[in-house]
């Protein structure tokens, strides 16, 4: 199934549906994925500059799309930190390469976790959905014999729902397994 078949079965499957479940009047109304943004915290970071450059093309690899290094808003002394220092790497998916990535988030990582029993169902009250992995190496871009440290990260799927209930309904659709 390649990524435009996803985009064609939101239009063709899951709008309808979510049509019918919902009793929208209008198309506008039916809920959509607006982005996914994968997120990467690096604490570590601070001691060791390197370790930015490495989940940079990491993530850039496992989105296909060039990560961006974030950076300190304010000093921290507890934890060393200066403003504007490098401490994360983020990336924003949309539209082709964001149902790309779902796909493969789909039905290839999120398989391969080890005693997997689905996702948790919570979402935040607005429609949105954090998933937390907590291994990068479950995507198959990631060469296991190459990384040095095993760092987790947060995958939001940002969508245009009112509520969680439909919001939860998109995701559901989009083949996203929750637990029961």
Do not use: H, W
Not at 76 to 105: A, Q
């Amino acid at each position: 199934m390649n990524t435009a078949s996803y985009k064609s079965d939101y239009k063709e499957r899951i709008a309808p549906a979510l049509k019918k479940q919902f009793g929208y009047k209008s198309a506008m109304q039916i809920p959509v994925l607006e982005k996914i943004v994968l997120n990467q915290g690096l604490g570590d970071a601070v001691a060791d500059k390197k370790i930015i450059e490495v989940a940079v093309n990491e993530m850039t690899a496992i989105s296909g799309q060039k990560a961006i290094a974030t950076y300190s808003k304010k000093d921290i002394s507890n934890f060393k930190l200066r403003k504007k220092m490098p401490i994360g790497v983020c990336v924003t998916l949309r539209r082709d390469r964001m149902y790309e990535f779902l796909e493969k988030l789909v039905r290839v990582a999120l398989p391969r976790i080890r005693d997997f029993k689905g996702i948790n169902s919570k979402l935040d009250g607005r429609g949105n959905y954090t998933l937390g992995i907590q291994e990068q190496i479950i995507f198959p871009e990631i060469n296991i014999d190459t990384v040095t440290k095993l760092s987790g990260m947060n995958i939001t799927f940002v969508t245009s729902a009112k509520t969680d209930e439909e919001a939860f309904a998109l995701l559901k659709e989009f083949g996203l397994p929750f637990k029961k």
